[in-house]
């Protein structure tokens, strides 16, 4: 935490990569129990996303860079 007597002190731990990390998910447990090994085996990814159909695009969606 920063102190009255030096105010940078957090600025410079974050900037020294020594802050909080964060815990990353890297796995989701399934309805079987199994594990997910990748992105494409949960079932938010399955289930919560749209298919992408190139028919349903708009003018815009169907320009280059888009």
Do not use: C, F, V
């Not at 990353?24 to 996303?49: A, E, R, S």
Request: glycine share 8%; no cysteine; hydrophobic share 30%.
């Amino acid at each position: 935490m920063t102190s009255a007597n030096n105010p940078w002190n957090e600025i410079y731990r974050l900037l020294a990569g020594r802050g909080k990390q964060a815990a990353l998910t890297t796995t989701l447990m399934q309805k079987d129990g199994t594990l997910t090994t990748n992105l494409h085996g949960t079932h938010m990814i399955q289930n919560l996303t749209p298919e992408d159909n190139l028919a349903d695009d708009t003018e815009l969606q169907s320009r280059p860079g888009h």
